[in-house]
T-cell receptor, first 112, second 113 residues
Framework: DVKVTQSSRYLVKRTGEKVFLECVQD?????MFWYRQDPGLGLRLIYF???????EKGDIPEGYSVSREKKERFSLILESASTNQTSMYLC???????????FGPGTRLTVL | GENVEQHPSTLSVQEGDSAVIKCTYS??????FPWYKQELGKRPQLIID?????GEKKDQRIAVTLNKTAKHFSLHITETQPEDSAVYFC????????????FGAGTQVVVTP
């Protein structure tokens, strides 16, 4: 059974703080994704990674960066958190270039 | 890039009735179309998918149809039950995009007993 975990379910940060969201998958998946989910906007892709140390921008990368030092771990970094980054963040992984994406439980981030 | 539009944004149905959600996509190279269900407070999970070489796929009470010419695909849920209440997302992707999905905005389905 594929397991994708995220470091926190709920997080509250102050404007200007550096924020780290971590995602770990235990099934040796090649590709990993970070989305943000906002009501009425669906899931929007922030960044994805198709290999260790390889990353590509998604549709809304501004204000975010990512790190993938190990295959199982994909981190999302908010360099200087802003209130408009208050959202639900979902991580996902996929074994190859096609098929089901397995999602983590999500992190509800509030930036005050 | 790909753009996926999903309608309606909310859908209320009586238990036992059918529900239909429609999506259109813009990139004619897209060839994989999954549907995800997200129950309240839970993670999205794949419920059915279809590839572009198939026009229809069915799994018990759910079915998906694809019209490549018109670039639209639909989710059909028959004999709806209260546990079908959730947000449903359609998505599209292409084989040369590392599994990257473009999601629709979602449909909130409410099944009333």
């Amino acid at each position: 059974d594929v397991k994708v975990t995220q470091s926190s379910r709920y997080l509250v940060k102050r404007t200007g703080e550096k924020v780290f969201l971590e995602c770990v998958q235990d099934m040796d998946h090649e590709n990993m994704f970070w989305y943000r989910q906002d009501p009425g906007l669906g899931l929007r892709l922030i960044y994805f990674s198709y290999d260790v140390k390889m990353k590509e921008k998604g549709d809304i990368p501004e204000g975010y960066s990512v790190s993938r030092e190990k295959k199982e771990r994909f981190s999302l970094i908010l360099e200087s958190a802003s209130t408009n980054q208050t959202s639900m963040y979902l991580c996902a992984s996929i074994p190859d270039t096609f098929g089901e994406q397995f999602f983590g439980p999500g992190t509800r981030l509030t930036v005050l | 890039g790909e753009n996926v539009e999903q309608h309606p944004s909310t859908l209320s149905v009586q238990e036992g009735d059918s529900a239909v959600i429609k999506c259109t996509y813009s990139d004619s190279a897209s060839n994989y179309f999954p549907w995800y269900k997200q129950e309240l407070g839970k993670r999205p999970q794949l419920i059915i998918d279809i590839r572009s070489n198939v026009g229809e796929k069915k799994d018990q009470r759910i079915a998906v149809t694809l019209n490549k010419t018109a670039k639209h695909f639909s989710l059909h849920i028959t004999e709806t039950q209260p546990e079908d209440s959730a947000v449903y997302f359609c998505a599209a992707s292409r084989t040369d995009s590392w599994g990257k999905l473009q999601f629709g905005a979602g449909t909130q389905v409410v099944v009333t007993p």
